[in-house]
């Protein structure tokens, strides 16, 4: 699969919009059903980022339990027949959080694109599904780089360069977020690349492309998982944001006149700071290194627990890192994102393993930490092949 990764970086590197034939085709489609089942059983608001979208009938569609995908129907062609929705379309976003098994298929067919680090505004990956001619947002670009894994039915996507319709959006940044519902993009035809995919193929259009997904036959069932790489993502941003939230938070109390009346003048030059190059560097470096050079900003769910070996190792490539956050400690090791208790015992086990020694499960106990805590800890890293059994 390094031959993969290799193409992929090649495109992203040349901005270059291609579709890769057979090139996956090991992603299970039904994986998207159950996606959908667990999009509509779990309560989305208690997971972050994740967003589901249901339309038909030309309108989005409230998310009702009648319309949504039950076990019963079985697969999504099942609950497209039961619902008979006139060009139905499920999108569902940040699937990772719902299933990280996901995001750890992603991570094993296109391990290499992520080997110099993760994009400064990190990925997502969302499924697309229904039976419809064209996207429901109309010709419109996005802040990310996508790369689209085909599962079912054959998708045509048009892709236009950022300057064919750049002026009709004025002051937009190649990397900015945009739509042009009303454009008829038919008429542009002769200025679009037209990249046809199937189950297998991948296809991949830079940020600053236009684009729209249509599908020849809207009777037939298409669905795709798209993987963006979000390329407009600012870390220095991201700690001004922070520096904005505790002022308007009030974690900054008690402040003498002196310093209150100098805060709008302090935040201005810590925005300053923080947007030079060097610091933006070091921030970037420290975003990367937490995220192990794979991962998401929100936490997936834990995983169910399993056998933890006598012995064992690490094995992670972008190594086992942890970071305090709120009185707890994150680990972030292989793309997963994990709480756990902060404790001194807890941290030598991470440092021990990040020695890369081989450990015995039996010499690690705690009178105060449970060996319950520990087994899970191994178990979360056992689960994304960061550590194995020696
Ligand atoms: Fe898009």
Redesign the pocket.
Known sequence: MEALASSLKQLMSARQPMVLHRKAGIFPSSWAFDLSLAATQRSLAAVPGARMRLYGNGQELPLTEDLLPQPADQHLAGWLDRVQLRQPGLILNNVQCLRPEVWRWVRQLLGGVFAGGMPAGGCSLEVFTGRYRESFFGL?K?DQD?VTFVLEGTKIFYVWPFEVFSALAPGLQPLGNHGLPDVDWRQHLDLALRLEARPGDIVYWPAEAW?IAAADDPDLLTTTLGLGFFRGGNPAQLCADAVAAALADGDIPELPPFFRDAIPQGVAEILNFLGQPSVRERTEDQLLSWLTGYGFTTLPEPVEPSEVPARFHAVARGGISSLPRESQRVVGACGRLFRIPEHPFLLDLLNSLASGATLHRNAWQHDEVGPEVVDWILTELLSVDAIEAA
């Open positions: 419109h996005d996508v684009h």
